[in-house]
Every structure is written in structure tokens, then in C-alpha cells.
């Protein structure tokens, strides 16, 4: 590793290996011989390549700074140290350590396959001098997982995406894995708790060690459920390839279970997974997701907070309620309510057929993840409200243009009068003439309360008291200045200000 403000790259293949040193190593360097403050090592392996490394040898002298500037991006004025971490977002930022003296022997592996690694250097003198070394391979992004229907550590596990839940990147890259029951006779179940896929992205599945054809390969909205017919299945993740940076996709959740037999009676129907995005409010009703009844599903709706409005969180409400036999007797009945957009977040509430109620949660986190899981007829349904909230400040509401309710949400106001309680309080929705003003403003439907065919003076504007003599500016309408000669243009806009 030589002075060098652009990086050097290395490309390897797997089972290579080598090492990357201080200059002139084992010698120890001194200020004189590095006349800059930092050199860059860029290591890049194949698509199914990653790469472990290990502290071999590290003399730096300590670092006053460390306390104070552990996670800095840059390298730490007056501090010898190494900054590693993968190249790609959003790993790097996940994965980007500072490495000091007291850190030989380490070893960690990247979750992708470019890895960078950046000397920083002081001009400080040391005794013994400075120096480091740094050993890396490369190895299969392959994980392995193993077991029986009668382990002792238990027969069943899971398997995630890479940087689960923090999103993977879209980096053209291949991640293996091998879920195998030792009983040669025995077989393997996977459900997916999470399914937060790219378009560019795929997962395939084969059946058995051995096998050389896919048995399915799943997209964005191909949810599956698997079992297997022989003793294990490898899934083959590809991430696919994107220009695209804003976003990074969630990525996958599995759970596997090692069975004995292969058939599977109660196996779910997951047709029903859905991720909303980018709507301030809507309503979610079983019957609208669910299109073959009766039958056992596991359904997961994901309602991600909208990003262009930035509100304060989601206001869930369960107000409808009518899950019949079916879903009484099904053993693995449940509905799940959880903050965030993964089963990875906080729990609001769990659900079985013994203690299901109308409720009401709120989310500030990134969304909502809802699961319901049970056998479902044709006669059970439920909704769902959903809406994105800001809280009431001592200026009234935060975004100008938004609905005030009475019991101090503010929602957006394209949600007011749509026929959905948004509010929890139905102040949105009455009283009738106040939505009667909203539709008109929203819409721009002239006023006219008179024959269609007859000119209206008022027309565009509001009548005080239905009197066309009287006319406001919409504008003026609800702004807390009355300026009706009977305050109608204030009488009835509740909490609500245009």
C-alpha cells in the first residue's frame, strides 16, 4: 500500500488469496516515507465471490482521537488506523469499521464481493514503529444450514436476504443458500415472512442437491411457499443490476422447517401480499385482496409511510370484523400488526381467534406490516383504515392545506369527505355541508344553486347564506375571519381551515 489518493484495484477470483501491507513491510514506516495522509486498496471478486479478512499484524501507536471520532467517514487527523468497508450502498454504510492497534487478530467478511480498504496515516513518531498487514481470501457466498425433524437445537431456522432488513444492493451479485435435512428421507418447508423484491431481482429454487434445472424462479410479486420432494432445497438469490440510488429494496425473511413427510395439508395460499406505497390514506378489506375462497391463506400487506409528505406516522384502524369456523378452528390463526415495513419491527399487537378486537395502533416508523394467517371463507371479511397523520402544533396544522380533525390529527385533505372515516372521528366526513364546501374547493365545481341554464354572478365563489348577492373569494372561505353578514362562510368548517 503505497501513497496513493486514488484507489488501487485488484480483481480476484474465488479461492484466491493475498495480502495487502503497509509500504515496504515488514520494515516499519515513518513519516518521511508516507508523504500524504492516507492510501486505498479496492479488492473485487466474481458475483458469487465475498471475502474474509484478517489482522494479521497491526503496530500502531495509540490514538488520542478514538473516543471521540470512532465512526468518521474520512480518516482521523493525527491517528494511524484502517477504514474498511464494501464499496456498494447500502453496505457501506453498514459495514464500515475503523481498525487501531488493538485490533490484530480480527477477521470479518464482507457481505459483498468489492471490498475497500484505506490506510490512514499520521505523521507521529512511534518507538517501534508502524506497520501493518492484512490477509484476504476469497470465498462462495454459499451459507449452509442443516438439521432433522429431532434436533437437539431445534428444527426450524431462518434465511435473509444480504443486510436484511436494511436493504441490499442492486449490484449484479449471487447469493446462495443450501437448507438440507440429514434424514435422507426426510424433507424441508419455507415460508416467507418478508418478500421485498426488485424487479430486477429473482429468486431460484431447486429441489435436491444435485439438481441442474430450477423448479421455480420467483419475481417481485411471486411470494412462494416450498416443500420440498427430496431432502433440501438451495435457493439462488440474484440481486439483478440498477443504475438507480434512491432506493434500496428490503430484501426476503425465510423461515424453514424440517419435516418428515412431504405432504402438506395446511399449506397457505400467499396471493394476497401487497405493498402499498406513496398514499396518504386508503382502506384494505379481504374480500378485495382475496380471490378464492374458502381456503388457507397467509396474507401480508406492507403499507409503507409516504415518503413526498413526510407525516409524523400511519394511523391503522381494524373497524369491521367478521372471521368465521374456519378461521376459529385453523391452529396457526393469527393477525399480526407491527411497526415498520419487516417482521423484523416492533410488535403492536398479535391476534389469535380467542382475543381478536377492533383496535386501533399508530406507527411512526417507516410503515405498517400487517400478516393475517388462518382459513378464510366466503363469508368473513375485515377493513382496514389506514391514513398518514402529522400532530397538531401550537400553529395548528404542520403542511398548509391540511384537515384539522376534532381530535387533533391532521390528515391530508384530499382524504376529507371520501366517504372513510380518516379522522377515527368521522369530523372529515360531516357535516354534510362542510364536505359540500370541501368538494367544491377540491374539485372547482362552480356554485350554483339555481337552474344550470341560468347565468350565476356567483358563479366559482361562495354565497353568504345561499344569497348570490353576497359573494367570497373561496379563498376566504374557512380562514377564521367570518365574513358573512351570518358567518356561513365559517359556520361550518369545525376545525377544518382552507
Given amino acids: 500500500c503505497e501513497e496513493n489518493h486514488e484507489s488501487k484495484k485488484i480483481s480476484v477470483e474465488k479461492g484466491d488469496f493475498g495480502f495487502v501491507t503497509s509500504y515496504n513491510y515488514p520494515d516499519n514506516y515513518t513519516s518521511q516515507l508516507y508523504q500524504g495522509y492516507s492510501c486505498h486498496v479496492e479488492i473485487r471478486g466474481c458475483s458469487t465471490c465475498r471475502l474474509r479478512l484478517t489482522l494479521l499484524d497491526i503496530q500502531f501507536p495509540n490514538c488520542s482521537s478514538l473516543r471521540k471520532m470512532r465512526h468518521r467517514n474520512l480518516c482521523i487527523p493525527g491517528c494511524d488506523h484502517l477504514q474498511i468497508h464494501d464499496v456498494d450502498q447500502p453496505y457501506h454504510t453498514m459495514s464500515k469499521r475503523n481498525y487501531y492497534g488493538h485490533d490484530e487478530g480480527l477477521t470479518s467478511v464482507t457481505i459483498s464481493s ?73 424433507h424441508v418447508r419455507v415460508t416467507f415472512d418478508d418478500w421485498h423484491l426488485a424487479s430486477a431481482s429473482s429468486l431460484q429454487v431447486y429441489d435436491g442437491i444435485h439438481s441442474t434445472s430450477p423448479i421455480g424462479v420467483f419475481k417481485k410479486r411471486e411470494r412462494p411457499v416450498l416443500v420440498s420432494e427430496k431432502s433440501a432445497l438451495i435457493l439462488v438469490f440474484s440481486t439483478g443490476k440498477s443504475h438507480h440510488r434512491c432506493c434500496h429494496p428490503g430484501g426476503f425473511k425465510a423461515s424453514y422447517t424440517f419435516v418428515s413427510e412431504r405432504r402438506w395439508d395446511t399449506k397457505p395460499n400467499t396471493n394476497c401480499t401487497m405493498l402499498i406505497d406513496s398514499r396518504s390514506g386508503g382502506v384494505i378489506r379481504l374480500q378485495d385482496t382475496v ?107 404542520p403542511k398548509p392545506g391540511d384537515y384539522m380533525c376534532q381530535n387533533l390529527w391532521c390528515i391530508d385533505r384530499d382524504l376529507m369527505c371520501d366517504g372513510t372515516d380518516h379522522c377515527g372521528d368521522n369530523s372529515d366526513e360531516s357535516p354534510q355541508k362542510l364536505c359540500f364546501v370541501s368538494d367544491i374547493w377540491k374539485l372547482g365545481i362552480k356554485w350554483n344553486f339555481q337552474d344550470y341554464s341560468t347565468p350565476d354572478p356567483c358563479a366559482g365563489n361562495f354565497k353568504c347564506g345561499g344569497n348570490s348577492l353576497f359573494c367570497l373569494e373561496m379563498s376566504r372561505v374557512c380562514d377564521r375571519i367570518p365574513d358573512c353578514f351570518d358567518d356561513s362562510d365559517e359556520k361550518y368548517c369545525g376545525n377544518y381551515y382552507f
Fill in 291 to 397: 380471490s378464492q375462497l374458502p381456503g388457507l391463506y397467509d396474507c401480508i400487506w406492507i403499507i409503507k409511510r409516504p415518503a413526498r409528505k413526510n407525516p409524523d406516522g400511519l394511523l391503522l384502524r381494524l373497524t369491521e370484523m367478521a372471521l368465521g369456523e374456519g378461521w376459529l378452528t385453523y391452529e396457526e390463526n393469527s393477525l399480526e400488526i407491527i411497526s415498520g415495513i419487516t417482521s423484523k419491527g416492533r410488535q403492536l399487537a398479535k391476534y389469535t381467534s380467542t382475543n381478536l378486537t377492533l383496535g386501533q395502533w399508530f406507527s411512526p416508523d417507516e410503515g405498517l406490516y400487517i400478516r393475517l394467517r388462518g382459513a378464510l371463507s366466503k363469508e368473513d371479511n375485515f377493513k382496514f383504515i389506514f391514513t398518514a397523520v402529522d400532530n397538531v402544533t401550537d400553529a395548528g396544522c
Fill in 114 to 186: 468489492n471490498v475497500r480498504i484505506r490506510h490512514c496515516m499520521s505523521n507521529a513518531s512511534s518507538s517501534f514503529g508502524k506497520r501493518f498487514q492484512l490477509k484476504y481470501e476469497v470465498i462462495d457466498k454459499r451459507e449452509e444450514y442443516k438439521g432433522t425433524v429431532a434436533s437437539w437445537d431445534g428444527n426450524s431456522g431462518e434465511i435473509t436476504s444480504p443486510n436484511f432488513p436494511n436493504g441490499y444492493a442492486l449490484n449484479d451479485e449471487t447469493f446462495t443458500y443450501v437448507i438440507k435435512n440429514l434424514d435422507p428421507y426426510g
